[in-house]
């Protein structure tokens, strides 16, 4: 086929010109025309017969377009990088092609081959699935790159399973039925680097996962498929297998556990029971009773604590989110404090960010306007503001000049006093109106500020509020037994729960029971997952609004269903690409991150960064707080952060977290001095060892003038941990490891 310059040209080479202005209408250029699939195709409304011609079409593109668009532009983010995928890998060997070679004539050869090659870009694109090189009889495709779908090891058996029962059908000059092998293996693989020239150009995949799913080619019989151990612990009990046992496999040291995928379907479910969950709050009706009462009782003067424990995803912060709600209409103070778990070494991070935000401070004020602004603020629960005021305008880096006498104390006494001075903060807003406390993630609080809830568990009892603490099942606090605490263990919901969680997200339409079934088999009762899968299946095109309920667009399978979070995650921010690296610099900030930070990273124009962002909020994955260029924004679970982090090979994670080093000490210049454990963070991930161990010793001094010894402990012990990572010998790394040793004394000795 000759070079095409544009679609409407291929278009036109295809026979078909009458879809140019429909593809142009829905943005589809050369570089999109390769990823097409069948249910791509059939969303743009083009028949059955001319689905078939255009994928024929498209499989026989040249290498460089199939391979993607090398000359896409450049700039300081693109969508062409390499990234770390979880992928299914396919290998689809043509049996007998070498006999077939001998005894027909080149052409009728050529012609065999490219009946089979379409009859693969077909089946394989109809699945989901992405061919990546054809190697004379053989075929290489990916199922989850370039675009995670809702279950790529379940889509690429049913293609390879469709592919063994379609290809001896074909009508070819053989003369005799066609018969194919397959391998399938899924695994962790850098998969997009750009390799070969011309025509030989392709996308390349690196993982132990391509040389199984090879091996395992070679060991399935003629008209068989085999798959490796963890594409069958993805896809469980969907269809019915062979065990093969432990086979040895060259190039591997172990031998390898193989199955043979026997039928298409089966009637056992790989989950033992259905689970539920919901984005509304349904099924914690006994939670939310006990968080009602002991308010009450917190309005009456009898202070008490609830400890919300959990799985990350099962509604800790749904329940609290609930309780806020249910309170809107009467009088109440509320305090929120958000741990982070970049900032567990960081003494009062919580605090210290509650305060800024309550004072409404600005990066930009001047010391004059965040004293006044910090004054206001401690005025609304204290009229003695001449030990507030030095006391925590030293814990946010205010100077207070000479509008109050200095408080000559030590570091410990210090400590203590800013301590107590929160306690009289919370004491002083419950002589007022009750107060509502809230702790989020305190798994991930540092010392300090779990020293701070101790005390105010110690004293809350006879105040009027209402402390709600969330944390993971870890070991619980030591208050936990205590008379007006109690703990609250969430636990996964049931399936009639989890019914009525997608009821709401569909508006009260009904979705497919077979396919609201298989979303209650794989979310396994816990809430997020339930939420994100559901709302997946939504935005996929699997179905469609018809009056009260939604139809499926085609044929019901279980393909369609995600499997697990993190494969719904990615398959969400896939299909909000232009957004998916805004998103992954977000990750690489922290769960929580500024406007103005973002936008001097990400190096994007105002419109474009609003739109992206604005993008992001709409798809839910980040929370949004404020107006920009004032506005922080949350992602909405740390496991979304996670999901857009963990795609990102090394180098460009060092490239991205030297930016943000480099930015934070050009543009925010207070964060050395405040929080260098954050820029130390930021270089340790960049690779400037040397820099990062500076500023955790740095970090460590100012904890311990502070009187925080455990956090200056933690600082010194990140700061060794790099310097392991030095030339032993070299003059600068002794340096180094001579200073820790030093300002580390206490703990060093112990």
């Not at 799913?213 to 963890?230: F, K, N, T, Y």
């Not at 070494?345 to 010391?367: M, V």
């Not at 030095?390 to 100077?399: K, Q, R, T």
Request: glycine residues 8%; charged residues 25%; hydrophobic residues 45%.
């Amino acid at each position: 086929m000759p070079h095409q310059t544009s679609v409407a040209d291929w278009l036109t080479t295809v026979g078909m010109p009458e879809y140019a202005v429909r593809f142009a209408e829905n943005d589809i250029d050369l570089s999109v025309l390769v990823h097409l699939t069948d249910q791509d195709l059939k969303e743009l409304g083009v028949s059955l017969g001319h689905r078939r011609k255009l994928l024929a079409g498209i499989a026989e593109l040249p290498g460089a377009l199939r391979a993607g668009s090398p000359s896409a532009p450049s700039g300081p983010m693109r969508h062409d990088d390499a990234e770390r995928r979880q992928i299914s890998i396919m290998f689809c060997d043509l049996v007998g092609s070498t006999t077939l070679s001998t005894r027909l004539d080149l052409e009728d050869l050529r012609a065999v081959i490219g009946t089979y090659h379409r009859c693969c870009a077909e089946l394989i694109g109809r699945h989901g699935g992405f061919i990546a090189k054809y190697m004379g009889d053989g075929v290489l495709a990916y199922f989850g790159y370039p675009k995670a779908s809702e279950h790529d090891a379940e889509r690429a058996v049913r293609a390879g399973l469709s592919l063994i029962e379609a290809v001896p059908n074909l009508q070819t000059a053989a003369g005799v039925p066609l018969s194919v092998r397959i391998g399938i293996a899924t695994g962790l693989v850098v998969v997009g680097d750009l390799i070969g020239t011309g025509a030989a150009l392709e996308q390349a995949v690196v993982g132990e996962t391509p040389n199984l799913a090879a091996r395992l080619q070679a060991l399935a019989e003629p008209g068989s498929l085999v798959i490796a151990s963890a594409t069958r612990d993805l896809i469980g009990g969907l269809f019915e297998y062979r065990d093969l046992g432990a086979v040895a496999l060259k190039g591997f040291d172990q031998s390898v556990q193989a199955w043979h995928v026997v039928a298409g379907e089966a009637t056992d479910s790989r989950f033992e029971a259905l689970r539920a969950a919901g984005t509304p709050l349904i099924g914690r009706e006994d939670e939310t009773e006990l968080l009602a009462r002991r308010w009450e009782q917190a309005k009456a003067g009898e202070g008490r604590v609830v400890l919300l424990s959990g799985d990350p995803g099962v509604g800790k912060s749904r329940i609290t989110q609930a309780l806020l709600e249910r309170l809107a209409h009467e009088p109440n103070a509320r305090l929120r404090y958000f741990c982070s778990p970049h900032h567990q070494d960081s003494a009062l991070y919580p605090i210290i960010t509650q305060l800024k935000r309550a004072a409404g401070i600005r990066r930009n004020d001047t010391d004059e306007q965040r004293l006044a602004k910090l004054e206001a603020v401690l005025t609304r629960a204290t009229l003695d503001l001449s030990e507030a005021v030095p006391l925590f305008a030293e814990l946010l880096s205010v100077p207070i000049g000479d509008r109050y006498p200095p408080l000559e104390l030590t570091p410990q006494l210090r400590k203590e006093k800013t301590l107590h001075a929160q306690l009289a903060l919370t004491a002083g807003l419950a002589a007022q109106q009750p107060v509502l406390m809230v702790f989020e993630d305190v798994h991930w609080s540092d010392p300090t500020t779990r020293d701070l809830l101790d005390i105010l568990v110690d004293r809350i009892s006879g105040l009027r509020v209402l402390l709600i603490a969330t944390l993971r099942p870890e070991p619980a606090p030591t208050w936990v037994n205590r008379r007006h605490v109690d703990l609250l263990s969430l636990g996964r919901l049931p399936p009639e729960q989890c019914a009525k969680m997608i009821g709401h997200l569909t508006g009260g339409k009904a979705l497919p029971k077979e396919i609201a079934d298989q979303i209650l088999d794989r979310t396994d009762g816990v809430p997020l997952f339930v939420e994100e899968l559901t709302k997946t299946v939504l935005e996929s095109g699997l179905v469609r609004e018809a009056g009260k309920a939604y139809l499926a667009t085609g044929l019901v399978s279980p393909t369609a269903i995600p499997t697990t979070l993190h494969a719904s995650l990615l398959a969400r921010l896939d299909r909000l690409a232009p957004t998916r690296d805004l998103a992954q610099v977000g990750a690489a900030l922290g769960r929580n991150f500024s406007y103005d930070l973002i936008s001097a990273v990400a190096q994007l124009a105002k419109w474009q960064l609003d739109d992206l962002l604005m993008q992001l909020e709409r798809a839910e994955l980040i929370f949004r707080r404020g107006t920009p260029p004032e506005a922080e924004y949350t992602f909405k679970h740390a496991l979304v952060q996670d999901a857009a982090y963990s795609t990102m090979l090394r180098e460009k994670r060092q490239q991205l977290h030297e930016r943000i080093a480099a930015v934070l000490e050009l543009d925010f210049p207070e964060i050395r001095r405040t929080q260098p454990e954050t820029l130390a963070r930021h270089c340790a991930e960049a690779g400037l060892t040397e820099k990062a161990v500076e500023l955790y010793i740095s970090a460590s001094q100012c904890a311990t003038a502070a009187s925080n010894n455990i956090e200056a402990a933690a600082h010194l012990k990140r700061a060794l941990a790099l310097v392991k990572t030095l030339p032993p010998l070299a003059q600068r790394t002794i340096e180094l490891r001579n200073r820790i040793m030093l300002g580390g004394w206490w703990w060093w000795s112990a």
